[in-house]
């Protein structure tokens, strides 16, 4: 006759339930591998189908064939996307914890708009058209924008509406200024129309050289702010109790954004939305802690800007839809059904 075991030894052999830390590693682990598909799609997709076993060729055995020749190019785009990628999703979730503003967005704070006018007053009015000398440029526009929008946002009394008219006013005036700048200047306007529209076609070894520093400066100091932006999600005060010190986070998250916007900027031209979709997508199943969503918006943003890049060259073939176009229609819709949802909430 069998006898069951009291429920406290019941309990002792049970196994234990999973972690949410666990949970959370174990979700990194999955979207690295996303990455890695999506990064082997964008490589093998484009004009002319590649398949497994040449793009595996072109990456470890190159030997100077034709499919070598396209691996080696469609490489160097990837790369660029996988960092312009994580560069954009991190310094979204750092600008909606800095403002507190779910619906922040470099893009709709104006500073990819600050960095692009500078980059094309650059081109236009001063002849600079290599990367190394406009990229700074494009950092100054991003700062001196993200600079005004706090300004006239009300600094440190800044709300959300605020923030988010502030840079839609001054998105607006740059982009009227950047349309003006190019039908002036014919070789300008051919040199930057597909730049304007973000694009990862003219990316090459030189190109992800020179920007290479600045993105990875960036991301280490986004992800050294996850702690201190926790903090002051919890209010001003409760920060300070913490030890917080508001003035350094802040400067410094918006020093993170800059250089973390600017150099995408500089490298693929403006590219919206990917700030602003990704952040909420992570939340929805971390929560609100930055040392979460921070570490899944940096993978989890290059999965979606090399996929609307992928889509892109897929739905024109032999040519290609821009990626900063694929980005907006995907990102339109959904920043419309967050708009709402935010006023549901309310009522």
């Known amino acids: 006759m069998l006898v069951d075991s009291p429920p406290e030894q019941r309990a002792e052999t049970a196994p234990a339930p999973p972690t949410r830390r666990a949970i959370h590693a174990f979700g990194l682990l999955l979207a690295l591998v996303m990455l890695v598909l999506v990064a082997l799609a964008s490589i093998a997709i484009g004009a002319k189908e590649l398949s497994l076993g040449q793009v595996w060729h072109g990456l470890f055995e190159d030997s100077g064939t034709y499919g070598d020749v396209v691996v080696a190019e469609r490489l160097s785009r990837t790369v660029l996307g996988l960092l312009a990628g994580a560069a954009l999703g991190l310094a979204g979730a750092v600008l909606q914890a800095l403002t507190r503003n779910p619906l922040a967005d470099p893009g709709l704070l104006g500073i990819n708009a600050g960095a692009s006018a500078a980059v094309v007053t650059a081109v236009t009015f001063l002849g600079i058209t290599s990367l190394s000398g406009y990229v700074w440029f494009a950092f100054f526009g991003a ?3 993200g600079a005004l929008v706090w300004f006239l946002g009300g600094s440190r009394g800044a709300t959300p509406v605020r923030l988010a008219l502030a840079g839609t006013a001054i998105s607006a005036a740059l982009y009227g200024y950047l349309q003006a700048a190019m039908i002036m200047d014919d070789a300008a306007l051919g040199k930057m129309r597909f730049w304007t ?5 003219a ?3 030189s190109t992800i050289r020179q920007v290479l520093p600045f993105l990875l400066a960036g991301m280490v100091l986004a992800l050294a702010l996850s702690r201190p ?8 005060d409760t920060a300070k109790a913490l030890g917080a010190n508001l003035n350094r986070t802040r400067a410094l998250s918006m020093l993170a954004a800059t250089v973390l916007c600017g150099a995408a900027t500089a490298a693929c031209g403006p590219i919206v939305f990917v700030g602003l979709m990704v952040p909420h997508v992570v939340r929805s199943f971390t929560g609100p802690d930055l040392r979460w969503i921070l570490p899944y918006a940096a993978i989890l943003s290059p999965v979606l800007l090399l996929g609307a890049d992928v889509i892109g060259r897929m739905v024109a073939r032999p040519a290609e839809l821009q990626v900063g176009i694929v980005t907006a229609i995907l990102g339109g819709p959904v920043f419309i059904y967050l708009v709402r949802r935010r006023r549901t909430a309310q009522l």
Do not use: R
């Not at 529209?197 to 076609?201: A, D, E, P, T």
């Open 229 to 236: 932006l926790n903090a002051m999600a919890m209010g001003d």
């Open 203 to 205: 990316a090459n070894d």
């Open 143 to 145: 700062a001196a924008v």
């Open 197 to 201: 529209v973000g694009s990862l076609s």
